[in-house]
């Protein structure tokens, strides 16, 4: 038998936008702009883990995303282009500076 299916839909905790995901952490309703994911891969993406995080809950990464900035040289040697990845963090530390 089927459940009835009920009209609620999720909103996100920070704003009015639809929740697309959740915190892992805490449990908020998240939407697509108040979700940091984590993704850490070992063996070629064998072992995944995923994580959707909070602006708060993401805050503990803020050190070691700082560290990260302005290594150039390195992500160059391993391949990585800098302008992006900086970039791409610039646009995560704005992320984190949502609830300030
Ligand atoms: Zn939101
Ligand atoms: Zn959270």
Same mark, same amino acid.
């Given at each position: 038998?089927k *459940?009835?299916v !009920?009209? @609620? *839909? !999720?909103?996100?905790?920070?704003? @009015?936008?639809? $929740?697309?995901?959740?915190?892992? +952490?805490? $449990?908020k ?6 979700? %940091? /994911?984590?993704? #850490? ?9 995923? =994580?959707? %995080?909070?602006? *708060?809950? &993401? /805050?503990?990464?803020?050190? #070691?995303?700082t &560290?990260?900035? $302005? *290594?150039?040289? !390195?992500?160059?040697k +391993?391949?990585?282009n800098? &302008? !992006?990845? /900086?970039? =791409? %963090? &610039?646009? #995560?530390?704005?992320?984190? $500076? +949502?609830?300030?």
């Amino acid at each position: 038998m089927k *459940k009835p299916v !009920t009209e @609620e *839909k !999720t909103f996100c905790d920070f704003c @009015e936008e639809r $929740g697309c995901s959740v915190c892992l +952490v805490c $449990g908020k309703d998240l939407c697509r702009n108040h979700r %940091l /994911e984590l993704c #850490i891969y070992l063996d070629n993406q064998q072992n995944t883990f995923r =994580a959707g %995080l909070c602006p *708060k809950d &993401a /805050e503990p990464l803020l050190p #070691i995303l700082t &560290a990260f900035q $302005g *290594k150039g040289d !390195t992500w160059e040697k +391993v391949g990585q282009n800098p &302008a !992006t990845n /900086e970039y =791409a %963090l &610039a646009g #995560i530390f704005q992320f984190m $500076g +949502v609830l300030r």
